[in-house]
């Protein structure tokens, strides 16, 4: 019988190892710890300063616990600087240096002492700091933004020893001392949002947009969730809902579940343009034909296929046909333990990746193949809920919320249930009556999911979005645009959102064309085009036919169900044609409610 998972928190780690102890006590044993016991109180008081606790001590190693990665970090901070104050009034061969890893992550506590991954990343990123310096991962950076006046140096990727992982890591420059002068010297590169966060950009317009953005609601694109996959390149795939090996009703969450696990997992390769859930969902039960059906979404691939849950096996059969010919180009059919059906999901992606001749990028290979198993009962209400979630009304949104919430109790380590979560919440943030903690919620699920697995695209647009609607962080809010489209190539709706921050600081050929990619990545969701067509008119460039194009296409693809964005379709297509001085709508075709 398989042991229960010990339950783990979420908390900020700080790691400081002294540098060269084993020579300075050697050299003069004594003095030196006299000196590094003076050190040591003086961090503890720096910890207990900042409302955090020390773990235990080490020798010459220092563990301490903290609730939040700002406290964590500024406490870093202090403690450098008033080290290199002390250490300048001592001889060279004397000073007591202290290099000082931070990690945010999931650790487990027993008994006073915490454990587990968390821990272990804080220990080796210290050992990346220089002597008198700082070292953070990813995970911290994301969590205090630009609330400290401190610049990063972007290490990338990094394997650390021990961590299955590459963790993405981070050099901290700490003002006035020699490690930080010696840092800026070497001019490590810096992101470039770090500098844009300097610059301290504000313009009147960018307020002026956010605020049109909000009144005019961008619940409706919203409502559809940031988790929509397709990246724009050579190949444009097209996976259609898989079908119901038994008709069984019961199982239509499971089935919708297993095609958006499919679209995921093909979104993660760059190489591949994968149509979107929402525009895909569309052919749920058509009778239209494969060429048909391409041609509308602009796929040279398509998938079709069926699924089934029989007990604890999940049984998939797929097959990639190109619509040109109605030729199969591979077909496959598998039998997995419901444990590993993420793991058989990167399989399929790797096999009509094959089949459509993309090459997978190294970084592409080591995601799937760190796909983890899944508790069965803890995905299975992970599926509920996003099939709810998914159906974009406030009764589905609330149902989806209960069933991510119950996955987020069976297993709080679930990262995809925590991005799930921040996802829900998000979209409460963006309804015509949000909740008031809608958005810090989203926010703390983000982080979470971030911290357990910081290769969730899903989970930095979820953050993104949070720092551009709620907290106006500009600098934050692109780093986590940049990561998500980074990390899933095809998000589309994270494309969207990144285009409307794009627009706030008036860099319009830039927000057209992420506008333009979240188009044509969700060709039938009109909020879309009809937003591209007024991107086209606040630059005021004169391009009305692209406006035009885009708003009439915005019409034609709204259903009968979609009246918002019908009228959003008609208010833009009556702007464009006033713009142009061919008035191609009227009052009673916007209000009318057609």
């Not at 970090?73 to 290199?84: H, I, R």
């Not at 409460?428 to 949000?434: A, I, K, M, W």
């Not at 706030?504 to 067509?533: M, N, S, Y």
Request: hydrophobic share 45%; proline share 4%; charged share 25%.
């Amino acid at each position: 019988m398989e042991q229960e998972r010990l339950p783990r928190k979420l908390a900020a780690v700080l790691y400081a190892d002294v540098v060269g102890y084993s020579r300075l006590m050697g050299e003069a044993e004594d003095a030196t710890h006299r000196t590094l016991s003076d050190y040591l109180d003086l961090i503890a008081a720096f910890v207990a300063g900042r409302k955090g606790r020390i773990v235990h001590y080490a020798g010459d190693a220092v563990l301490a616990r903290f609730d939040a990665a700002i406290d964590a970090l500024a406490c870093a901070t202090q403690v450098q600087t008033e080290l290199a104050a002390r250490n300048a009034l001592l001889a060279a061969q004397r000073k007591v240096e202290f290099r000082i890893g931070v990690n945010l992550g999931d650790v487990i506590e027993d008994r006073g002492d915490i454990y587990g991954d968390g821990v272990n990343v804080a220990a080796r990123l210290q050992e990346l700091a220089d002597p008198g310096g700082i070292c953070v991962s990813e995970s911290v950076r994301i969590a205090v933004g630009n609330r400290l006046p401190l610049e990063l140096s972007d290490l990338g990727e990094t394997s650390l020893k021990n961590i299955t992982n590459a963790v993405r890591a981070y050099r901290v420059r700490v003002p006035g001392t020699e490690h930080g002068e010696r840092e800026r010297a070497h001019g490590a590169e810096r992101r470039r949002s770090v500098s844009r966060a300097r610059r301290r950009i504000e313009p009147r317009s960018a307020f002026v947009a956010l605020a049109f953005l909000v009144a005019v609601g961008v619940s409706v694109a919203a409502a559809l969730l940031g988790r929509d996959s397709a990246a724009p390149r050579a190949v444009t795939v097209a996976v259609l809902p898989l079908m119901s090996y038994s008709n069984d009703p019961e199982q239509e969450y499971f089935v919708d579940g297993m095609t958006e696990a499919l679209i995921t997992s093909l979104a993660r390769l760059g190489g591949l343009n994968v149509i979107s859930r929402t525009s895909i969902m569309r052919y749920k039960n058509t009778d239209k034909s494969l060429p048909e059906i391409a041609r509308e979404l602009g796929a040279t691939a398509v998938v079709e296929g069926s699924a089934q849950l029989a007990g604890d096996v999940v049984r998939i059969t797929a097959q990639l046909i190109d619509p040109a010919t109605d030729g199969h180009l591979w077909a496959q059919e598998y039998d997995r333990p419901f444990a590993d059906v993420l793991r058989l999901q990167s399989e399929i992606a790797r096999s009509i990746a094959g089949a459509v001749e993309v090459a997978i990028a190294p970084a592409e290979t080591r995601r799937l193949d760190g796909v983890p198993s899944v508790d069965p009962a803890t995905y299975q209400a992970y599926l509920r809920g996003m099939y709810h979630l998914n159906k974009g009304t406030p009764e589905g949104v609330a149902e989806g919320l209960r069933f991510l919430h119950d996955a987020v109790d069976r297993d709080p380590g679930d990262a995809l249930a925590q991005a799930g979560l921040a996802l829900g919440y998000a979209t409460l943030g963006h309804g015509t009556s949000p909740q008031a903690d809608a958005w810090p919620r989203a926010r703390a699920a983000a982080m979470r999911a971030i911290a357990l697995d910081p290769n969730l695209a899903e989970a930095y647009a979820a953050l993104a979005d949070v720092k551009l609607y709620m907290e106006w962080d500009w600098a934050g809010a692109e780093q986590a645009f940049l990561r998500a489209n980074e990390l899933g190539p095809s998000l589309a709706m994270n494309h969207y959102h990144y285009a409307w921050y794009l627009a706030l600081f008036e860099r319009w050929d830039e927000a057209i064309a992420e506008h333009k990619r979240a188009a044509q990545l969700d060709p039938l969701t009109p909020t879309i085009t009809a937003w591209l067509g007024g991107l086209y008119l606040y630059q005021d460039l004169g391009r009305y036919e692209e406006a035009l194009v885009a708003v009439q296409r915005c019409v034609a693809s709204a259903t009968s169900g979609q009246k918002p964005s019908r009228k959003m379709g008609h208010f833009e297509l009556l702007r464009a044609s006033r713009r142009r001085h061919e008035v191609h709508g009227s009052a009673s075709a916007i209000y009318g409610g057609r």
